[in-house]
């Protein structure tokens, strides 16, 4: 209880966690803390800033939507920052995607994907309610997001309010068959709405990766047993992966697919669930009951929908997939010492991501080696959150080499410290 702040922080034991570090400013890469301090941000705060922060074009935009539209109700009511964004999001993802629907979290993207998928199969008259999904998968905090999730010490006190959901194994090396084969067995017992997947790598559970033939499987045993298909493309999307979306390493049109983070660079809150229109005619009826009952009350909110925008002209205008490809020829370099190293095993990289872990090590989110990777890092300058004993970089493109040889060297001295 010694804090002065009023603030409850996310993901935060602030019995046990050192006071959270002011930032008054961030410019590309680097945030500045109100004593003056630069930290570089390995992790574009959170997996959302892809462009690095401030980029000019967004900001631009802010401001001038802000100047003309801040907020109007999204029933009854459009704009053309919204119209826009649709049609160009519709243009750029997978074929077949041809309706657009605003929320404002990745988690709130999750919870309109489960209920288009249940609206669909009740508005078709069929009798498929269970949602199937990867084991170790994260798919945000809210109920519906927990309960497609991995369980454990993170929502054990509200397992009463999760829905059960029937778990496919990770397909880990050599276990693909294996996970491909329970997914069949489970859409042959039927009863079975849609699978949801964080395509090609898992975030939260531990930046694990996995084929995109095996992404293209999924799609198809799916496809075969009229199971609907949901991309959870909220972190790999916007280039993570070394395509503006994983999914096209797989040629795999979801029938689903949730986007957010890097949907506005990473400078406002919007998430975009997009959908075949197969759904959304499910929904189209005189029938008044047939309504899709979602909304939140900031859905499509104009200025964020205009930094989307402006985040969608970068991606033409610049060359991001060139920086995206040079991100990634840095990892593989900087990675390339840590092969061989005793200290670190599991050494993997897809796209801008990076991971490794420390070696025998007590593993898992709560074994206290996270904090003092933390820590360790914060001393260097550095922004990087392990995800227990996994440390993983997720920097923006706009990262330098030399930005990232300051990591990496950073990362060998701190798993010196650990030892
Ligand atoms: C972060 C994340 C979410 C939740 O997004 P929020 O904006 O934090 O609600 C959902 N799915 C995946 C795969 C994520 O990485």
């Not at 939260?204 to 995109?212: D, H, K, R």
Request: with cysteine; hydrophobic share 40%.
């Amino acid at each position: 209880m010694k804090s002065t702040s009023a603030v409850w922080h996310p993901f935060t034991q602030h019995a046990v966690q050192p006071e959270a570090t002011p930032i008054s400013k961030g410019e590309g890469a680097w945030l500045e803390t109100a004593d003056g301090r630069r930290i570089f941000d390995a992790i574009s705060s959170w997996w959302v800033v892809t462009h690095g922060h401030r980029h000019p074009h967004i900001v631009t935009a802010i401001k001038d939507q802000v100047d003309r539209l801040d907020q109007v109700i999204f029933a009854g009511f459009t704009h053309e920052p919204a119209e826009k964004l649709a049609r160009h999001l519709i243009a750029i993802t997978p074929p077949e995607l041809e309706y657009v629907f605003f929320s404002d979290s990745g988690s709130t993207s999750v919870e309109v994907a489960l209920k288009m998928a249940l609206g669909f199969w009740r508005h078709c008259g069929e009798k498929r309610s269970r949602i199937l999904a990867l084991e170790g998968a994260y798919h945000g905090d809210t109920i519906g997001g927990m309960s497609v999730g991995a369980r454990g010490v993170f929502n054990a006190p509200y397992s009463p309010l999760l829905f059960d959901v029937e778990r496919i194994p990770f397909p880990s090396m050599e276990r693909e068959e294996a996970a491909l084969d329970a997914l069949n067995a489970a859409c042959r017992r039927g009863g079975i709405a849609a699978l949801i997947v964080e395509p090609l790598v898992l975030g939260a559970g531990g930046m694990l990766i996995y084929p995109p033939w095996v992404l293209a499987e999924m799609k198809r045993v799916c496809k075969t047993h009229g199971v609907l298909f949901i991309a959870d493309e909220v972190m790999t999307g916007w280039g993570r992966t070394g395509t503006l979306f994983a999914c096209e390493q797989a040629n795999v049109t979801p029938d689903i697919a949730c986007y957010s983070k890097g949907l506005t660079g990473g400078s406002l809150p919007l998430a975009v669930t997009l959908c075949r229109a197969d759904i959304f005619e499910a929904h189209y009826s005189t029938d008044r009951t047939r309504t899709f009952f979602h909304s939140s009350s900031y859905t499509a909110n104009p200025i964020a929908c205009a930094a989307a925008l402006a985040n969608l002209e970068i991606w033409e205008r610049e060359p991001v997939r060139e920086r995206i490809a040079g991100i990634a020829r840095l990892h593989t370099k900087g990675l390339d010492r840590f092969r061989e190293d005793g200290r670190l095993t599991n050494v993997r990289q897809i796209g801008t991501i990076a991971a490794l872990d420390i070696a025998d090590s007590d593993a898992g989110y709560m074994a206290d080696i996270g904090p003092r990777l933390y820590q360790g890092f914060l001393a260097r300058g550095l922004l990087i959150r392990p995800l227990g004993n996994t440390i993983y970089l997720m920097p923006p493109y706009c990262s330098t080499a030399s930005e990232l040889d300051l990591v990496y060297e950073a990362i060998s001295e701190v798993a010196d410290e650990i030892e």
